[in-house]
């Protein structure tokens, strides 16, 4: 179980979810040019998000989907500030669903907070892969492209803390994919944390610094120790 593999989401009709919200909130029957190119926009990167299919990609390939996701993200925070998400007439009633990479079961909710933070796995997998990527690609172990290589690992790593953090706050239990649990976030902190271990020694071992292998090396040990006790749980 590592984390390069990408979440699959039910593609919605953004802009009939936003003119009914509109019609019911405000009477208008139609949205504005700028709003309709907003939701436009919204549309065509979720239908690119929603089934990404990448396994072994150039890292060229991943950093052009990085930049979708990062797009959809503020398209995301920037609804969130405006308009509420939510079952009521108040609120705007998109229903957001997500399949979970373990049991492949889907789930649903209307949940902003589940939208954003099922987007976010699929970024922290999408920033592990980018560090697998340019990992191939680095056949002559230029010590400044591994240093951007552990670079990726730890946007990815700060994004499955983050995630075990607030995820099972911020979504209903019932609501709460497995790939979100905390144990499962938890194990995912631990192999990213073994990539950055890993990309350390080969500076040190570049730059002849021998006295720090010890303490990696006993640090990466401890982290596989820590991989194999999250997985029995």
């Not at 919605?12 to 309709?36: H, P």
């Not at 949940?111 to 933070?117: N, V």
């Not at 999408?126 to 690992?153: H, M, P, V």
């Amino acid at each position: 179980m590592f984390p390069t593999t990408f979440k699959s989401s039910k593609p919605l009709v953004f802009k009939n979810i936003f003119t009914e919200y509109i019609i019911k909130n405000y009477g208008s029957q139609s949205v504005t040019e700028q709003l309709e190119r907003f939701i436009k926009t919204l549309q065509d990167n979720q239908n690119v998000l929603s089934s990404i299919k990448m396994v072994n990609a150039n890292s060229a390939s991943y950093r052009s989907t990085k930049e979708i996701i990062l797009k959809y993200i503020e398209q995301l925070l920037a609804l969130h500030t405006k308009i509420p998400f939510g079952n009521d007439n108040m609120s705007v009633k998109a229903y957001f669903t997500w399949s979970d990479v373990l049991s492949r079961e889907n789930y649903s909710s209307y949940s902003y907070h589940f939208e954003l933070y099922n987007t976010l796995f699929n970024l922290g997998v999408l920033y592990y892969s980018l560090g697998d990527a340019l990992e191939r690609e680095n056949t002559q172990k230029d010590e400044n492209l591994l240093k951007e290589i552990s670079n990726q690992f730890q946007y990815s790593l700060y994004i499955f803390e983050m995630l075990k953090e607030e995820a099972s706050d911020k979504i209903p239990k019932e609501q709460l994919p497995i790939d979100l649990s905390p144990v499962v976030l938890e194990f995912y902190r631990v192999l990213c944390k073994i990539k950055i271990q890993q990309f350390l020694i080969e500076i040190a071992e570049q730059r002849k610094k021998t006295d720090a292998l010890p303490k990696l090396t006993l640090g990466i040990s401890q982290l596989y120790k820590q991989a194999y006790q999250l997985c029995s749980q």
